[in-house]
């Protein structure tokens, strides 16, 4: 059996790079990019920066006074997007199978290639073209499975490759941090170190069932990412260009309470989505039926986002200006295009810390215990949301937990 060969790329300090290719005054220089109020938050920072403790989610207040010469850039979204995009027709064009993850972010299945090219020789070429073309830096790990080369990525960084060759992924994860492994967060971290541990050796020695009673699922794992084992494949690269939902009732209705209630359930639903896939809108368009069948749509651009306490006002007041209480309503529809890939779950650009922390916790609740145990009170009334994505002919359904 022919051993599996997959890459992971990563654009070094993306928006910093490419704020850098706009200026180069700002090379070698520590750049924050973010909200600039004093709530606002660190989308990226520099390497420059990172030396006095700053990193992305940091109140912006605070990484200030670490940094007082830091130059502050709010970013543009439109700019990182253009610049990703071309990386992907890059990579695109060179490999046979890919999948974007994140806007800075890439896997490729080489597997095969190496009787025609040599893996690593193929994926250092496929750098330098990237390279070359865009002026960003971007750094590759390339292992037999996607966790083994995502970690590889980091430890190649910045701007370099390493190639962890089959059979050597034990002894390569073994010296790391546990925190190097991608599924451990913050708070499993604090537990881990409850249990004394610290790094990754020490994970590959514990009793699989151990983690699996402490951990549950995720248990077993972390203990086979511990131990370089990863089975999930790349996904091809498909361009979701948007997400909808509508409902047609049983009965014709004039209750604008229960429709704004479900106007606002199905808003909440959809930027869930948009977090989970890690995604923004920057179009939204609302949807009336009427009984005689005459059906209206209006839609606004807004800037790009995924937050629920942005969208909802937005969707509401196109609800309000569609809706004719004079007439029974048989369908009601809400949705999000012009998406586009964003490596973080909300707009860091413009909302506050304690924004974020709320919107992480509320997703993390709804990974765990299905994306409707976590409510606003005013959409509690909803059964079921289903999205639709014309593009691809898939649904899902979302029902209360």
């Known amino acids: 059996m022919e051993n599996s060969f997959i890459l992971h790329m990563d654009l070094d300090t993306f928006f910093v790079s490419v704020e850098r290719l ?3 005054r700002l090379d070698k220089k520590p750049i924050l990019i973010g909200g600039s109020s004093d709530r606002g938050v660190v989308a990226a920072c520099s390497y420059e920066a990172r030396k006095f403790g700053i990193h992305s989610a940091m109140p912006m207040k605070l990484a200030t006074q670490l940094c007082p ?4 850039i709010k970013g543009s979204h439109a700019d990182y997007t253009k610049f990703s995009m071309d990386v992907c027709e890059i990579i695109q064009e ?9 806007i800075d972010e890439f896997y490729a299945d080489l597997t095969g290639m190496d009787r025609f090219f040599g893996c690593f020789k193929l994926a250092s070429e496929l750098r330098e073209r990237v390279i070359k073309n865009t002026g960003l830096p971007i750094s590759f790990g390339l292992s037999i499975n996607k966790t083994v080369s995502k970690v590889a990525t980091g430890e190649a960084k910045p701007n370099n490759k390493i190639w962890i060759e089959s059979g ?10 546990v925190q190097k492994i991608p599924m451990i967060g913050e708070k499993t971290y604090q537990t881990l170190r409850g249990l004394g541990v610290r790094k990754v050796y020490t994970l590959q020695e514990m009793p699989k069932d151990m983690l699996v009673q402490i951990f549950g699922k995720n248990g077993a794992a972390m203990w086979e990412k511990a131990n370089g084992i990863d089975h999930s494949p790349v996904i091809p690269y498909s361009d979701r260009k948007s997400i909808s939902t509508e409902q047609t009732f049983d009965k014709d209705t004039t209750d604008v309470i229960r429709l704004k209630t479900i106007i606002l359930a199905m808003t909440e639903h959809l930027a869930y989505q948009l977090r989970d896939e890690s995604k923004l809108t920057a179009c939204i368009a609302v949807k ?6 005459n059906t209206y749509t209006q839609q606004i651009r807004i800037p790009y986002t995924s937050a629920d306490h942005i969208l909802i006002p937005r969707v509401l007041e196109l609800f309000e200006k569609l809706y004719d209480r004079r007439l029974l309503v048989r369908l009601v529809g809400v949705r999000f295009s012009s998406l586009v890939h964003g490596n973080y779950q909300i707009n860091l650009f413009e909302d506050t810390g304690e924004i974020i922390n709320l919107y992480q916790e509320m997703d993390w609740l709804r990974k765990k215990h299905g994306d409707r145990s976590v409510l606003r009170a005013k959409s509690l009334g909803v059964n079921a949301i289903r999205t639709f994505n014309p593009f691809k002919g898939d649904s899902r359904v979302s029902k209360v937990a």
Request: charged share 35%; hydrophobic share 40%.
């Open 94 to 102: 060179e490999v046979p199978v890919f999948e974007k993850t994140s």
């Open 69 to 72: 010469e830091a130059i502050v």
């Open 168 to 177: 050597k992924e034990k002894p390569f994860l073994a010296p790391l941090s």
């Open 22 to 24: 706009r200026d180069s």
């Open 288 to 293: 009336i039926r009427y009984s005689d069948f």
